[in-house]
């Protein structure tokens, strides 16, 4: 038995610890308020000493927003990266990893 058949079966019963608070749903599937415009998903090696580098780029939210969308799809690509100036930078070559993720985030990818 895995921790979420274990974690659903305290939920059933009511015995879940105070203060904890479970999660229905997949937050991840949210569509992001304030971006409307299509994001461009490139690789691109100039300037990386020859490694392969992700961008993604065309964000209209704020640099927060930019930095949770980051940490989100970072984590699920399992890549290093990191988000300035309304842009992600992931490691590696997973632009359609990276394009699939980002769809079933809600964003529209070019």
């Known amino acids: 038995m895995d921790w979420?058949?274990?974690?659903?079966?305290?939920q059933e019963e009511g015995?879940?610890?105070e203060?904890?608070?479970?999660?229905?749903g997949d937050e991840?599937?949210?569509?992001?308020?304030g971006q409307h415009a299509p994001l461009r998903v490139i690789t691109d090696r100039k300037g990386r000493k020859g490694k392969t580098a992700t961008i993604?780029?065309?964000?209209t939210l704020d640099d927060g927003g930019v930095a949770?969308?980051?940490?989100?799809l970072k984590k699920r690509l399992g890549t290093g990266g990191s988000a300035r100036g309304g842009e992600i930078l992931i490691q590696g070559d997973c632009a359609a990893k990276a394009a699939e993720a980002l769809r079933s985030m809600g964003f529209k990818v070019k």
């Open 68 to 72: 949770d969308v980051a940490t989100r």
């Open 15 to 17: 015995n879940l610890p």
């Open 56 to 59: 993604i780029e065309g964000f």
């Open 28 to 33: 991840e599937n949210a569509l992001e308020e």
């Open 19 to 24: 203060g904890e608070e479970t999660v229905c």
């Open 4 to 10: 979420k058949e274990l974690l659903a079966r305290l």
